[in-house]
């Protein structure tokens, strides 16, 4: 019963697990591929999965948004007051940054100079965003880099949230993300 609902949608908690798996995945493997010295080929591998997964977020978080408007939040209250209003502050960013992040990584791999076609899983070839300009890979490097360390950064707090309710409040936030 819908009013009964104590937790989020099935569909939206499979896509909040496998996303944050995959997010955290890329986040590792983006530093991993930009500082870590390797054999070329290793290397242009892990841009090849780095650029495909990424794409798969993009796909997945335009999933997550319809379903997220289609079905209704738990009915248990989160906690009232600043809390609730920090809770939907910090969702409303990760859910922007869900977006930024890729859709910055896809623009930048339209701008390299060296315009080798973005592929995921070797499907189809995205279509470029903009044209190669050096200048611009430039600049696009930094903001993709900047918005996906900022999105680390919400997800340690997002992180230190959910557990604060769970050890410290003793409440059943986490578990209306729980299966
Ligand atoms: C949520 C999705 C994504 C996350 C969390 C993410 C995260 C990252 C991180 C942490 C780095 C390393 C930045 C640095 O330390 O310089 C990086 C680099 C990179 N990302 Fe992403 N990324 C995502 C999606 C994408 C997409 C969709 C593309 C392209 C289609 C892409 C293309 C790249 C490229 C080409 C680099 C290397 C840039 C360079 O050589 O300086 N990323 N990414
Ligand atoms: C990349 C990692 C993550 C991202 C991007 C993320 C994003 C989000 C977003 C946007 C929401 C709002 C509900 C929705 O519309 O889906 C949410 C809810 C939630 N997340 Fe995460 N999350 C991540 C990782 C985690 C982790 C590791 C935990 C647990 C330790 C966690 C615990 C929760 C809980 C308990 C809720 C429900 C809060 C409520 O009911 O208001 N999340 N998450």
Redesign the pocket.
């Known amino acids: 019963m819908r009013s009964e609902r104590r937790r989020w949608s099935l569909p939206l908690r499979l896509l909040h697990w496998a996303m944050a798996a995959l997010?955290l995945g890329?986040?590792v493997l983006?530093?991993v591929?930009?500082?870590v010295r390797t054999d070329l080929g290793t290397t242009f591998a892990w841009?090849l999965w780095?650029?495909s997964f990424?794409?798969a977020?993009?796909v997945l978080v335009a999933a997550r948004i319809a379903t997220r408007l289609l079905s209704p939040a738990p009915r248990e209250a989160m906690p009232p007051g600043w809390q609730r209003r920090a809770a939907h502050l910090a969702h409303g960013l990760l859910y922007l940054l869900?977006v930024a992040?890729?859709v910055a990584?896809?623009m930048?791999?339209s701008a390299s100079p060296l315009h080798l076609p973005?592929r995921p899983f070797n499907l189809f070839t995205l279509p470029d965003l903009v044209a190669p300009n050096a200048a611009l890979f430039r600049q696009l490097?930094l903001v993709?880099?900047t918005l996906?360390?900022a999105?680390l950064g919400l997800v340690v707090l997002h992180v230190a949230a959910a557990l604060k309710h769970r050890f410290i409040d003793r409440d059943g936030v986490l578990a209306r993300m729980g299966f």
Request: proline residues 3%.
């Open positions: 997010i890329l986040l983006g530093w591929m930009t500082h841009y780095h650029k990424g794409f977020v993009l869900m992040v890729p990584g896809w930048m791999a973005t490097e993709h880099a996906a360390y999105l």
